[in-house]
């Protein structure tokens, strides 16, 4: 039952909101004839930083659920702390400054952390099966995952914004280290799935388990003005996760933690091949990622192909690489249209830019499965890179050792392009080339002697 300020904030009705923020041009959410307001203290929240306030922000979303329009629920200063709540279509979760979300620490005596079906992209659990594609085969599909702290779910037009970096959401991420006998996996902090027009504006985001923003199967993505947390020696703590997602926009944010800043991927393996849901036309510019990882990163997991991707004016600060392309001799998958321009990057890096070809495969595919094709990717372009000022500790350019098999073993396909480009001599080489099939440079240092 609504409590009687909640039944006020219900009949607040004002002017169509944008559907997104800063005159972005993305996108246009028709139907927004109505605009409400709902308090989560007319719930019954409390932030105190003491009482478990799940149910109170459950019952604002389920009453923004059954109103017409679009639903703000405003959280006021103060700290709340819950387990993982379910999201809604039309609604945005807006933390004012001084607000803080804080996620319930692993086994807190008031409930266990709930359990969803887990996604069809890649199975490391025990499960169900799937039959393969091609091969009258099964594989294993993981039964449960660890709900998301913010989960949403075939929705349209949410969003969650703050007022800048004191609209905090955050978890305890160290206490999910080791679990013995926990049958689900690292939560993300936040996560949708097969939703579109989603916005998360002007928050922090901390100390995630797992990747903190996870975006599968999601259409007009919009991520702005967002600053991400985690220990820098966290593992699997990436800040953006674009994954089988189409029209994804990530600019003038930042991350500081363990892994990578940006991956783009589209599944493991052959579940990645029997999904069959590329990521194509993501746009990331205007990041500042620092992390002893922290680069943008194409894959491991490409199974279900990446296309049109755009990277700019992206700033490293003593990152472990500035670009990372990454995938396995059983992925197979296409990249193709990939560009990167106008990075740079200062202090201390492990590599310039990197092709890794090692990433393992998924066990929990049939036993001997191959793809069928290896990974083939073409016109990807690096242009205007400037890493002059800083310092490399292992290879300027990095495109593999000398591997015993040729390079398509592990690619159908590898073409680079780079374009004034100029990275400091690496201290343990400038090049190291194995897996480059076509390279094509126009003014880089350090000069090449690969493929001649």
């Known amino acids: 039952m609504l409590r009687k300020g909640a039944l006020l904030g219900l009949m607040a009705c004002g002017a169509s909101l944008r559907a997104w923020d800063d005159g972005t041009k993305m996108s246009h959410v028709a139907g927004r004839s109505h605009s409400h307001r709902l308090h989560v203290t007319d719930f019954g929240a409390v932030g105190d930083n003491r009482t478990d306030v799940t149910a109170a922000f459950e ?15 405003l959280v006021a200063p103060g700290t709340y702390r819950l387990f993982p709540i379910s999201l809604a279509s039309r609604m945005t979760l807006h933390l004012a400054a001084g607000a803080t979300l804080l996620g319930m620490p692993f086994g807190s005596s008031t409930a266990a952390w709930p359990l969803i079906s887990a996604l069809p992209r890649w199975s ?5 099966t799937i039959t393969v594609k091609g091969t009258g085969q099964s594989a294993k599909l993981p039964r449960n995952e660890s709900k998301a702290l913010l989960h949403g779910a075939n929705l349209d037009d949410v969003s969650i914004r703050g007022e800048g970096r004191t609209s905090v959401i955050e978890m305890h991420g160290w206490d999910w280290s080791s679990r013995p006998g926990w049958s689900g996996s690292h939560p993300s902090l ?10 998360v504006l002007n928050v922090q985001l901390r100390n995630s388990p797992y990747w903190t923003c996870h975006f599968w199967e999601c259409d007009r993505v919009h991520v702005s003005r967002v600053s991400i947390i985690a220990p820098l020696d966290s593992v699997n703590t990436d800040g953006w996760d674009p994954d089988s997602s189409s029209n994804v926009l990530i600019e003038e944010s930042s991350y500081e933690g363990g892994d990578d800043c940006v991956s783009v991927k589209s599944g493991w393996d052959c579940f990645g091949i029997e999904n069959g849901q590329p990521s194509t036309n993501i746009t990331v510019r205007g990041l500042t990622c620092k992390g002893p990882r922290a680069g943008i990163a194409i894959g491991s997991e490409v199974s279900g192909g990446v296309h049109n991707v755009s990277v700019e004016h992206v700033h490293f600060v003593d990152t472990g690489c500035m670009v990372h392309l990454k995938t396995g001799h059983t992925r197979g998958g296409a990249v193709s249209n990939i560009r990167f321009s ?45 890493a002059s000022n800083a310092t490399i500790t292992g290879y300027s350019f990095d495109f593999g050792a000398k591997h015993a098999n040729p390079p398509e073993f592990y690619f159908s396909k590898m073409e680079l392009r780079l374009e004034d480009v100029h990275l400091p001599r690496g201290r343990r080489g400038a090049w190291r080339c194995g897996v480059v099939t076509k390279l094509s440079t126009t003014h880089v240092t350090p000069k090449h002697a690969c493929y001649e």
């Open 124 to 128: 490391r659990g025990r499960g169900d």
């Open 342 to 386: 106008k990075l740079t990057a200062v202090g201390t890096l492990g590599d310039g830019i990197v092709i890794n070809t090692g990433f393992r495969s998924n066990s929990r595919c049939p036993k001997g499965w191959m793809p069928p094709a290896m990974t083939r990717m073409s016109d990807i372009k690096f242009v205007h890179i400037d």
């Open 190 to 199: 936040m996560r949708f799935v097969r939703s579109t027009n989603v916005r």
């Open 59 to 73: 019952e604002a979303v389920a009453a923004s659920a059954g109103l017409l329009g679009h639903t703000t629920i």
